[in-house]
């Protein structure tokens, strides 16, 4: 009955005669640093779809400077799978001509260079996606044929250490290793046994070949703070997001993204959090990355867990000494995993907090500026209601307004915390956002947006809370976030009557409503004012990188 | 500055002196089958969490007995947590007083007994949850101690094959492996190196101890559905949703569960899909476990790939054998995830299609009934709008319906395919969900719902699709389902000139509609009509288990 003879493995034979084709170059699993380039040339076909790893903390950098110099008569029309596109190298290979169409989840110092690209036609976007969203890809519609990864340590049997930054490297090796795609590891150090591996991250037999790099592998610390740069607003508004909204709705677990205002509530637990009475009441379990700034937490007995989607540049000792906190192996060093943390955040999280350049005024907000293609990375999977959850927490279910209904949900803290101006002039709040014209310009089929206003449950700034979950409707959320707005035009749409009686409902909170006074929040407060007594508050665990050594 | 001098490694000296306290018993990382009562007693403390694997198809059944087994006066008031609850001695640990409290996400056969043992008070249910946001936990506020996990083969340093089961193995392993927990791996058979192993599904180092199961552990074929119980309706039903939904939308990427009616619509696509002409044009990328009744869709060139959560008995050989669909492994077996595939599910894929055993008024379903408590499984996690989604497709962007405005969203299609009636006279269509008074009766903080009305796209019946995507409010989606709730008390609400309309304006569309005679739906399209015909489509492959084989 069956309609063909065909040849159904047809992937597991090409795969075979890819090894082959470099067997002239490597030893067993390895090829030689000098021939890399020469391995790419035989390993890599026109059209391939290629992951290159970058993330936000590690880079496949040598592989990236070797895909750089591979001739593209040779390799062309490449596909390349890449989460952050941060490095040089990442977009000369579209220059180059090596490749020539981009799917990806965020872009840092490149998101220029991404955006004059498309513009000059030299390259196609795929998609621009959130980092879960474009692993979840590489199972179904976006199945690689070469996946060039990072680690710290190989041994020759292909089992590869990645340490406390092994971030996105099993999801990104699990798809192209089971089906029938080569994986090529660069490491620090080839190591001859598994023995001599500190701890293996990734089996042997899920790689195919692995390359010692010519230097070790670039990594940047991308969330190190330091508290000397935050402002007395940044404590006035870490102060009310504690008082009014993490002590309010008891937040257990959550998490915090980069930024001086996050920081600043990291500083403030161990003091004001402390004076209010709320260690261990609040902020036990957090997702997020280990920021030097909740050292003081950490110390001061607030946090019970930290799991991390990717490592930080000098926080390896305090890590390995503060084992009951991180997820650590039995080497000692961290092992971070960025789906399981995204998906933690996800669903596991009770709040999510970032900030924003530009919001609407229905609460859309977007990072996306003109002539920046940007990508979205972690926040829209962690920044939304979870309506696939099913678990409670009391904090979820503290934002059920429907007391009513038979059938209701709880909702997760979608917490926005934004100053009403950027630097200068430049007003947060937007009549229309920036990304829509983007969109329109770049041929993108909708307005790239961060975070959807539906989904947010809090917007706080300078001037206080809008409780905005309590809105009756779309025109209530409109007022609400006006009335926060503070002296941008938004912010003059609303009356100062409609505001008092917001704030008698209690949709609306002032810090004064707080019982917080402007004149308390001041950088005294801060259980860290620099990075000196974030070395010292850990017992001089924590190594900060030269540029943060002021003293 | 540091407030103390506390120990911070407090749960890797437990772990030392867990481990240290099995010397007597284990060699090295086996411990002796005979043993492993004796090796519990020692290695679990009271008040534990512990995961007890516990999948759709494969259970830790071994270490299950054993549990159930150990001296309740020196191990009890265990947390178990349990992604699918089973075998009965998943509950008689709690009968025994061996365990106390449960989390888990699906209940199959012991739901009744959850149940009842929840009304009795021997049990306490910490939550119900789907599966990811069960393992999402396990790296937040649910840190386990201890993990009975299962594999097919070890070797002596604990490295374990899960072969075509891999299933929730990793998720379940990484949180405690890298917490300082404990982890244990029953196996069917134990060999020296890692050499004589298959392939390696989980590294070694997050393996504790290994054990020799006294038997193979059990599998169950869940997926298995014998075409012959497919009727006439199921096949129009599948008729339907090919031309009115999958092929309108351009699915390309899509979840089935089990069930009849999207076996009718696997089995109608090499026929009535193909005579069509959509071969190549919808259906191409599949997250599932490996469905028999795919076969003649995958021998017929419709699939171009699938990623599974799970296995499924008697599927091992075809899978082998048709590796350029399947993600297999270098060894030729299958490489399942369960975490990786709802990821998938949740996020690159464009519709979710999924049946229930009741629907209100307003589209939210359940499968809940009185005096069982089954949980939620996957369906949730996958059967929502994932507000987190940045990426588009065809079918995603075909579901916006306001073109006004500037910041829009595409949409998942969610697709809740049922009869109007169950069998007998029990109406699908009700004015309250059994859930209800369920979560009532259970004192549960809110009613289970397994698929909420906002987040369902389509309501597919016998009757015609409704298209409530498309509905203006509340009101309007209320009555778009009572226009396809057929002889129900629901459907009597709504006015044959209403439906009328609806089908004018195209949100409601019947077989004629769509041109779909009701007397070609007979199972003369089915591309097999018994399990027989599978195999013949499988060239001899695929090997049916015994109670599906009946000639």
């Known amino acids: 009955m069956s309609l063909n003879k065909k040849n159904w493995a047809t992937k597991k034979a090409l795969k075979v005669e890819r090894i082959n084709s470099v067997q002239h170059i490597s030893h067993g699993k390895v090829i030689p640093t000098e021939q890399m380039v020469a391995a790419l040339e035989c390993l890599l076909h026109i059209g391939d779809r290629v992951i290159l790893e970058g993330n936000n903390q590690k880079q496949a950098d040598f592989l990236a400077r070797a895909l750089e110099k591979v001739d593209s008569t040779k390799v062309n029309n490449l596909h390349m799978i890449m989460p952050s596109v941060s490095l040089p190298e990442h977009m000369n290979i579209f220059e180059k001509g090596i490749a020539s169409k981009l799917d990806f989840a965020f872009a840092g110092q490149q998101s220029v260079r991404i955006s004059q690209m498309l513009e000059d036609g030299i390259l196609e976007i795929g998609a621009v996606h959130t980092y879960v969203e474009l692993y979840a890809r590489l199972y179904c519609n976006l199945i690689p044929n070469v996946a060039l990864v990072c680690g710290f340590k190989a041994d020759k049997h292909g089992n590869l250490f990645c340490g406390g930054s092994t971030e996105d490297t099993p999801s990104l090796v699990e798809a192209p290793a089971f089906k029938d795609g080569i994986v090529i590891a660069q490491v620090n150090?080839?190591?001859?046994?598994?023995?001599?591996?500190?701890?293996?991250?990734?089996?042997?037999?899920?790689?195919?070949?692995?390359?010692?790099?010519?230097?070790?592998?670039?990594?940047?610390?991308?969330?190190?703070?330091?508290?000397r740069l935050i402002k007395d607003t940044h404590i006035l508004m870490g102060m009310m997001a504690i008082k009014g909204i993490y002590a309010k709705h008891k937040v257990q677990t959550l998490n915090h993204g980069i930024g001086f205002n996050?920081?600043?509530?990291?500083?403030?637990?161990?003091?004001?959090?402390?004076?209010?009475?709320?260690?261990?009441?609040?902020?036990?379990?957090?997702?997020?990355?280990?920021?030097?700034?909740?050292?003081?937490?950490?110390?001061?007995?607030?946090?019970?867990?930290?799991?991390?989607?990717?490592?930080?540049?000098?926080?390896?000792?305090?890590?390995?000494?503060?084992?009951?906190?991180?997820?650590?192996?039995?080497?000692?060093?961290?092992?971070?995993?960025?789906?399981?943390?995204?998906?933690?955040?996800?669903?596991?999280?009770?709040?999510?907090?970032?900030?924003?350049?530009?919001?609407?005024?229905?609460?859309?907000?977007?990072?996306?500026?003109?002539?920046?293609?940007?990508?979205?990375?972690?926040?829209?999977?962690?920044?939304?209601?979870?309506?696939?959850?099913?678990?409670?927490?009391?904090?979820?279910?503290?934002?059920i307004t429907d007391k009513k209904s038979d059938v209701v949900k709880g909702r997760k803290l979608v917490v926005q915390m934004v100053e009403t101006f950027q630097s200068g002039d430049t007003p947060t709040f937007v009549e229309k956002l920036d990304a829509v014209e983007v969109a329109h310009k770049t041929g993108m089929p909708i307005a790239p947006i961060m975070i959807y206003g539906d989904d947010?449950?809090?917007?706080?700034?300078?001037?206080?809370?809008?409780?905005?979950?309590?809105?009756?409707?779309?025109?209530?959320?409109?007022?609400?976030?006006?009335?926060?707005?503070?002296?941008?035009?938004?912010?003059?749409?609303?009356?100062?009557?409609?505001?008092?009686?917001?704030?008698?409902?209690?949709?609306?909170?002032?810090?004064?409503?707080?019982?917080?006074?402007?004149?308390?929040?001041?950088?005294?407060?801060?259980?860290?004012?620099?990075?000196?007594?974030?070395?010292?508050?850990?017992?001089?665990?924590?190594?900060?990188?030269?540029?943060?050594?002021?003293?």
Chains 1, 2 share one sequence.
């Open 456 to 551: 947010v449950t809090h917007v706080l700034t300078e001037e206080g809370i809008a409780y905005l979950y309590m809105a009756e409707d779309l025109a209530e959320r409109k007022l609400l976030i006006a009335s926060v707005a503070g002296v941008t035009e938004l912010g003059k749409q609303v009356s100062t009557e409609q505001v008092q009686l917001f704030r008698e409902q209690g949709k609306v909170a002032t810090p004064e409503d707080l019982g917080i006074r402007r004149s308390e929040a001041n950088r005294s407060l801060l259980a860290a004012k620099n990075v000196s007594e974030l070395v010292q508050w850990s017992e001089g665990l924590y190594q900060p990188p030269a540029k943060y050594r002021s003293w």
């Open 262 to 399: 996050t920081a600043a509530i990291e500083l403030l637990l161990p003091t004001y959090g402390e004076s209010l009475g709320l260690k261990g009441k609040i902020c036990k379990h957090w997702l997020l990355n280990p920021h030097p700034t909740l050292i003081p937490a950490i110390e001061s007995g607030w946090v019970e867990s930290v799991h991390s989607f990717g490592g930080e540049l000098g926080m390896e000792e305090y890590i390995r000494e503060r084992s009951d906190v991180f997820f650590t192996g039995p080497d000692g060093s961290m092992r971070s995993n960025r789906t399981m943390c995204q998906l933690a955040g996800q669903y596991a999280a009770d709040m999510f907090i970032g900030a924003t350049l530009q919001m609407d005024a229905e609460g859309n907000s977007s990072t996306v500026t003109r002539g920046r293609l940007s990508g979205f990375g972690g926040a829209p999977n962690m920044g939304h209601d979870p309506r696939g959850r099913r678990h409670s927490s009391e904090a979820w279910l503290d934002l």
């Open 189 to 227: 150090e080839i190591v001859d046994e598994t023995t001599d591996l500190p701890r293996v991250d990734i089996p042997g037999d899920w790689i195919d070949f692995i390359v010692q790099a010519d230097k070790p592998f670039y990594m940047e610390p991308l969330f190190t703070r330091d508290p």
